[in-house]
């Protein structure tokens, strides 16, 4: 958990709030398949993670559940 809270922090307040958000809240209890493409979603680019949460374009479908949990 504390290797996925340090790459939660982008740097950016905005992006860091949604993400540590989620694993505080939500991680615990997702599923593996969940927990598999947050996992991939902290491994993307800080653009692609702000086009995502933050201009609310589509992520690709495999991780678009794991960013509507994280922006509701």
């Known amino acids: 958990m504390s290797k996925l809270r340090w790459q939660c922090r982008r740097g ?3 992006l ?4 540590v958000r989620y694993l505080d809240t939500r991680y615990a209890t997702a599923s593996e398949a969940d927990k ?3 996992r991939e979603l902290l491994e993307l680019s800080d653009p692609e993670l ?3 949460l933050l201009n609310h374009q ?3 479908p495999e ?4 960013v509507n949990q ?3």
């Open 36 to 38: 598999q493409a947050f």
């Open 12 to 14: 950016m307040r905005e």
């Open 58 to 60: 589509a992520a690709a």
């Open 50 to 52: 702000v086009g995502y």
């Open 16 to 19: 860091d709030q949604l993400l």
């Open 70 to 72: 994280i922006l509701g």
């Open 63 to 66: 991780l678009q559940n794991v």
